[in-house]
């Protein structure tokens, strides 16, 4: 039959599609029909990377030229370098001169940044910020003038100005959890009926039980905040007089050790964890507290509240990402200076803090404020570490404001991350700090995903609140839960994709079978703009796969110290991952060691994805932080540590999964500008075993029912290996007691001598007692089952990979040529594309993409 077909070329720089007339599959009868599938229009030509990643500290200010808007509207924000003066202003005008009526003008701040609040007209906008000293008296000329392009694709989330969150702040004690006051009357009404009273009560027996009279209460108040937070519940819920006493006996065993700054602000968490004991019992029970007793507490609030104001205004608006600050620091700050802006011994102080945090939240939450994805980019291993914060701040944000926070695309793609990165009754397959520990979500997860699913009646976010059915063992959100009465639904989306592919994030989540753990092939990549640095690892272009929800081919080591020998050299390192080193040389611990993500299609039986590498391998760790870890460790950054410059210049890797058999393709393009030695490597905790002559890895697990079983096919000299010791073996000494540390298998595949070469991988999980396909080689086509394969393994020759499926009218191509379809000629709409034909949402369509260059914060496009 003959049919009419739409290439969809995604990203690229003009705008054009092809009408072709064209014979598909023309002898069989039952070939779908190819539809025509419409145009993206932002189009981008195949491009090398230049700089994209993200600065830990910004140094150029955003947005700029082709500055691709996250948001709209966009936060301005000047590096703390560039601000001289006491104070900033800002200028913001669709027209150049900044003459327009439509020109906004901030007043003189003490920070770096400028929250528009409204939504951005289409088109070039133009901005511009000024010194000013402490008054507010403009100093000295106007900065250069900057430019950027508000689109009509830009996603709008706008937030209302910090007057609109200030004019309606409640005044009343207590109010840190007014946006539940609205359900608070008949939550105590019921409260004996619900489910979980039970367990708040039991939590509070033992917050009750608690003894601290022969100890100083703050030097233990890590401990002692979970424990008022636990009667703050309870009290509030039932208005129980013995939670209320309690809480003021230990306020007066708080105030028999007057706190020095020395214990205040001796360490990282410590300020914020005193302040919010003394902030809890201020505002339960602000109206029985004597003067002095709450004089006690504001003094505690205040001295936290300057010391925090003055380092973060400016640092942190400017740094990507700073771990402790968003998990607790910046909310518990917030805190006090909600509990206190209307003090009128204070009032004057705090509130511009107050603003300060709202406009920052504003501007750089959720997740840095570069992410709409849903996914954590700072590792998944700690997202739990940020759960209070991100349910939190936008609630009260929400209620106080009458704007949905939640609105944002981040937490409107949250329930669905969650969903694909860490499965219900599955391990994580995610990637960074503590990735690896947890054998099923943990129940903080499952919490926030029933939250997302009341909040914005999110069915994945229900589906797996209800898949994980732990969500109740969660104490951080039980009084809300025992407030909210919204109910969701729990079905997963009958239309889930198999893959999911986080943009901003760099990282995509593909499975098989993702409703049955016992069938699903899980597979996860990395290649980031984020890069490697804080609770992320240096592995861009790695994977990792899960069988049955266990782990098959994982990054290894064990997440029992920071920044110890072992982390280091064997778990942060790429050597720990499933990418590549290049003379043994990895990537740095830096956020210029990044990757990305330049192309992903998905279809019903072929789902695809290209990393980009090749700017990773890039020198040694310079940060300060790393540079200190490392003199603390006794480590040298040289090559013979893994450390140091590479003439690597090309490293793309494309990963394919094959559906529904959930056979997985890697195929990489390497190049250096000299010969080198390429490491191929595969790590997995438990024992692997090789065929050096097929160049096989093979995996099998009685107690969990799987085989799997890796080939490699290259056509240079494969040397592999295989050892079950770590390069530096976890430290006994950070070991947990009762917890085993076995050591795992790192399989390393070697090709020396060669300045370029190609490598393919196919992976193949069955359960026990299904064995694999055959994989059948006649020069560079391979034969797995009804699959036909065909990859250019000659270096010299252009890279190409083209997959057939013998029954299924499933087609994808990338190269040079031009792909042949049943005898007829298809013309690419750009050389070296990616094509997919398959059926997308039941219908058979043509899909095209060249590289996406990523959104970037630091560079112009």
């Not at 039970?198 to 424990?227: V, W």
């Not at 397959?429 to 129940?443: L, Q, T, Y």
Request: hydrophobic residues 35%; proline residues 6%; aromatic residues 12%.
């Amino acid at each position: 039959m003959r049919t009419q077909i739409y290439t969809l070329c995604r990203h690229t720089a003009h705008f054009c599609f092809i009408v072709l007339l064209l014979s598909l599959f023309a002898c069989r009868d039952d070939t779908p029909p190819v539809t025509p599938q419409e145009p993206d229009t932002e189009e981008e030509e195949t491009a090398e990377l230049s700089d994209a990643y993200h600065d830990k500290i910004r140094t150029a200010p955003y947005p700029k030229a082709n500055n691709e808007l996250y948001l709209n509207p966009p936060p301005l924000i000047v590096p703390q370098s560039m601000k001289t003066g006491e104070r900033l202003l800002f200028e913001l005008s669709p027209s150049e001169n900044f003459s327009s009526t439509e020109t906004m003008r901030s007043e003189a701040e003490e920070w770096c940044l400028f929250n528009p609040h409204r939504k951005l007209e289409t088109g070039t906008w133009y901005w511009r910020f000024r010194q000013a000293d402490a008054q507010g008296i403009p100093q000295g000329e106007w900065s250069d003038t900057y430019h950027f392009e508000v689109t009509e694709k830009t996603p709008a989330f706008v937030t209302p100005a910090f007057n609109a969150f200030s004019s309606s702040l409640p005044s009343r004690h207590p109010r840190l959890y007014c946006y539940l006051d609205p359900q608070l009357k008949e939550a105590r009404r019921q409260v004996s009926k619900h489910s979980e009273y039970p367990t708040l009560l039991s939590r509070a027996q033992n917050a009750l039980n608690a003894d601290y009279t022969m100890i100083n209460p703050n030097e233990d108040a890590g401990r002692l905040a979970g424990h008022l937070q636990m009667l703050y519940d309870a009290l509030h819920l039932t208005q129980d007089t013995r939670y209320s006493n309690r809480m003021h006996q230990l306020l007066r065993q708080m105030m028999a050790y007057p706190i020095s700054d020395r214990l205040l602000f001796a360490s990282n968490f410590g300020a914020t964890d005193i302040a919010i004991c003394y902030a809890r019992i201020y505002d339960m029970l602000y109206n029985e507290l004597t003067a002095d007793e709450r004089a006690v507490a504001e003094n505690v609030m205040m001295r936290v509240l300057r010391k925090n104001y003055s380092m973060h205004r400016g640092m942190q608006e400017n740094h990507i990402f700073d771990n402790h600050f968003w998990q607790q620091n910046m909310r518990i700050t917030f805190q006090c200076a909600f509990l206190l802006y209307n003090k009128p011994a204070y009032s004057a102080e705090v509130l511009p803090m107050l603003k300060y945090y709202y406009e920052l939240w504003t501007a750089r939450a959720p997740a840095s404020g570069f992410n709409r994805d849903g996914v954590w980019h700072n590792g998944s291993g700690y997202f739990n570490s940020n759960l209070e914060t991100l349910h939190y701040m936008p609630m009260l944000f929400t209620y106080v404001t009458g704007t949905d926070f939640l609105q944002h695309l981040w937490y409107r793609n949250a329930g669905r991350s969650m969903t694909y990165t860490w499965p219900p009754r599955s391990k994580s397959s995610g990637f960074g700090d503590g990735s690896e520990n947890g054998d099923e979500p943990v129940r903080q997860r499952a919490a926030f995903a029933d939250f997302l699913a009341r909040e914005l009646n999110d069915p994945y976010a229900g589906w797996y609140a209800s898949e994980c059915g732990n969500a109740q063992n969660d104490y951080l959100f039980r009084l809300y839960r025992m407030c909210s009465t919204l109910c969701y639904p729990t079905d997963l989306p009958a239309d889930a994709a198999k893959m999911v592919w986080y943009e901003d994030t760099g990282e995509v989540a593909m499975h098989s079978c993702l409703t049955d753990t016992d069938r699903d092939v899980n597979l996860s990549f990395r290649s980031s703009t984020f890069g490697s640095g804080s609770h992320t690892t240096s592995s861009q272009n790695a994977f990792n796969l899960l069988f049955k929800g266990k782990e098959i081919y994982r990054s290894s080591g064990y997440y029992l110290h920071f920044s110890d020998a072992h982390n280091l050299m064997s778990y942060r390192h790429s050597r720990a991952h499933n990418t590549i080193l290049v003379n043994g040389i990895g990537q740095p611990y830096s956020t210029n060691g990044y990757g990305n993500i330049m192309r992903a299609l998905e279809g019903e039986h072929i789902t695809y994805c290209l990393g980009d590498a090749s700017k990773a391998y890039c020198g040694i760790s310079d940060d300060p932080m790393w540079v200190e870890a490392f003199e603390k460790a006794g480590i040298t950054q040289t090559p013979e540590n893994g450390f140091g410059e590479t003439p690597l210049t090309k490293y793309r890797r494309h990963v394919l999964m094959l559906h529904p058999e959930g056979i997985v393709l890697i195929y990489d393009e390497l190049e250096a500008s000299e010969p080198v030695a390429y490491d191929w490597l595969l790590h997995s905790p438990s024992q692997l075993s090789l065929n050096k002559e097929l160049l096989t890895i093979n995996h099998s697990s009685h107690e969990f029912g799987y085989t799997a079983v890796t080939q490699l096919f290259c056509n240079n000299p494969v040397n592999m290996s295989l050892t079950d010791r770590f390069l530096v073996a976890p430290d006994p000494a950070t070991m947990k007691k009762g917890k085993s540390y076995p050591n795992q298998w790192h399989m390393t595949a070697r090709i020396e001598g060669e300045a370029k070469t190609r490598i393919l991988a196919v992976i193949q999980a069955n359960a026990s007692g299904i064995p694999p396909q055959i994989i059948r080689k006649t020069g560079n086509t391979l034969t797995i089952g009804k699959w036909t394969v065909n990859a250019e393994l000659d270096a010299s020759q252009p890279a190409s990979l083209s997959i057939t499926h013998a029954d299924t009218p499933v087609y994808f191509s990338y190269g040079k040529e031009n792909p042949v379809l049943n005898g007829t000629l298809y013309p690419r709409e750009n050389t070296m594309s990616s094509l997919l034909y398959d059926a997308i949402n039941g219908e058979y369509k043509v899909t095209e993409m060249n590289d996406r260059l990523p959104a970037t914060t630091r560079v112009a496009r």
